[in-house]
């Protein structure tokens, strides 16, 4: 097993999920049954429309299964809840409010004492690097800043699950590189249970300890690969033998299910 504990943090057991679509229905997950263990990294990949973005829904509470049932903490997830967090590609940050309400939202509605919000707050502006624009708005950031603002808001409020939706996906390469490497760095410092989906092999083996390869659709798990690469990982990580073993089987196994698709 290659999560951190052997205490089962999310359990998502034999999840179906059909949409009524505009020709039809349409299965986007069948049968999908793994588990995530507490404190552990795990990554999702898989070809375009296999169902991830819906699994995390359903892992967040955003949307129900067809069938099946997920549980964080032997609980069944039944909508959203403040130890799940969620950090989304397009960065859903409210625009009207500054970096720092932004980051301050969450632990408002956690109705702590002022002095312990601004606290929170200043330490999670520092960790992402963005203290001296507390007072900026959305639109006066770049999207790596933007995300960062994301991920803080999410980390402030101390979710026990972060699931993150393609976070990276719509920056530039270095930006990208350079925020996988501050999330290794909080995962590191701060362990949480995360769920990361992403189109970038090599970004799934740089963060994770397991990557969930998923099958075109309808989505199932098509394999769950152990990343036993140690910590503390660096960007010259993805030089070593073992990464480029390991990115070179995952990246084959997922361009066969992008076959299927195109078939
Ligand atoms: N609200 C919806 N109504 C109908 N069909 C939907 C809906 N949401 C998703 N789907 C369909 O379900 C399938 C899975 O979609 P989903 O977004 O979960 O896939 P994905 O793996 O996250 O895709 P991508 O990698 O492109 O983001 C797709 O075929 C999609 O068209």
């Not at 973005?53 to 955003?62: C, W």
């Not at 200043?122 to 001296?132: A, G, H, S």
């Not at 991920?151 to 930006?175: H, S």
């Amino acid at each position: 097993m290659a999560g951190n504990s052997c205490t089962v943090k999310v359990k998502i057991d034999n999840v179906k999920k059909i949409y009524d679509g505009r020709n039809g229905e349409v299965v986007a997950l069948n049968g999908v049954s793994f588990d995530i263990m507490e404190n552990e990294f795990v990554c999702v990949v898989g070809p375009s429309g296999c169902g991830k973005s819906t699994l995390l829904n359903i892992i967040a509470g955003l949307g129900n299964p067809t069938s099946g049932k997920v549980y964080v903490d032997n609980k069944e997830v039944v909508g959203t809840g403040i130890e799940r967090g969620v950090v989304f590609q397009q960065y859903a940050l409210f625009p009207w409010l500054t970096v720092r309400k932004n980051v301050e939202f969450g632990l408002k509605l956690k109705k702590l004492k002022k002095q312990e919000i601004t606290e929170i707050t200043n330490r999670y502006l520092d960790m992402v690097d963005l203290r001296e624009f507390a007072e900026s708005y959305p639109k006066e950031l770049s999207g790596g800043m933007k995300q960062r603002v994301a991920i803080a808001r999410a980390y402030a409020v101390n979710p026990e699950v972060l699931l993150l939706d393609e976070p990276f996906g719509a920056l530039d390469a270095q930006t990208r590189t350079q925020l996988q490497s501050e999330l290794l760095e909080t995962w590191e410092k701060e362990k949480k249970t995360c769920f990361f989906i992403t189109h970038d092999v090599d970004e799934a083996i740089i963060l994770s300890q397991r990557v969930v390869i998923m099958s075109a659709r309808p989505g199932r798990v098509k394999e769950i690969v152990d990343v036993n690469i140690p910590y503390p990982r660096t960007q010259e990580t993805k030089m070593t033998k073992e990464f480029l073993d390991l990115k070179n089987y995952i990246w084959s196994q997922v361009y066969q299910e992008y076959l299927e698709v195109r078939k």
